[in-house]
């Protein structure tokens, strides 16, 4: 553990699971596709690959994925997000930890793609965010992806300013020994432009 209090536990207090969850249905009940981050990773994949799902909440996007044939693994540190993710989906595979510290988890290697998505990065302890991209990088094939989005501005996020940049996680990407693939928009793949305020980013593992 790395003694910090993530941001998102600052913000929750790590209770945000069922209330959280009824967010989301209420936007599916409403009409709205709820599955464009699952819909921007399947589309990346060759059928039955295997995602990490890092900081996964409620398990949205993982059990979308895993609906879609892919084999997903989510990790998160909010108790009671994960505990909505087993009672939607008991048989995936839901592990309680800190994505700063995944090598405690003992996961194999060889994820075909790992995803930090609702603002996963920005929300991070205070410090932890190098640790954290570094841990999903060593967790990839080669050639396997890194998949964030994350707000680059107020009306992007639950905090009142960023706290990360999105050339500082480029730097730690590249410090982890990834390359930039692909930035966008948004998560249908809108073009990125610096005035959007969201940027969704796809890194790759080299091949060799």
Not at 27 to 46: M, R
């Amino acid at each position: 553990m790395t003694g910090q209090r993530d941001r998102w536990a600052e913000l929750t207090g790590g209770q945000a699971g069922e209330e959280y969850a009824r967010r989301f249905a209420r936007l599916a009940e409403s009409g709205q596709d709820v599955h464009g981050e699952a819909a921007f990773c399947a589309a990346l994949l060759k059928p039955g690959a295997r995602v990490l799902d890092a900081g996964c909440g409620t398990g949205r996007i993982a059990i979308r994925l895993a609906e879609l044939g892919h084999h997903c693994t989510g990790v998160d540190l909010d108790p009671s997000m994960l505990a909505v993710a087993r009672r939607q989906a008991p048989g995936q595979e839901w592990l309680l930890g800190d994505l700063a510290r995944l090598d405690a988890l003992g996961l194999e290697p060889g994820f075909d793609l790992a995803l930090a998505a609702g603002n996963v990065i920005p929300l991070l302890a205070p410090g932890t965010e190098p640790a954290v991209i570094r841990q999903l990088a060593g967790l990839l094939r080669p050639g396997g992806l890194l998949v964030t989005g994350m707000g680059l501005d107020a009306a992007h996020l639950p905090l009142p300013e960023p706290p990360v940049t999105l050339e500082e996680v480029d730097a730690w990407c590249t410090q982890a020994g990834l390359t930039l693939r692909g930035r966008y928009g948004t998560w249908s793949g809108e073009a990125y432009d610096q005035d959007c305020g969201y940027a969704v980013s796809v890194h790759a593992r080299p091949t060799a």
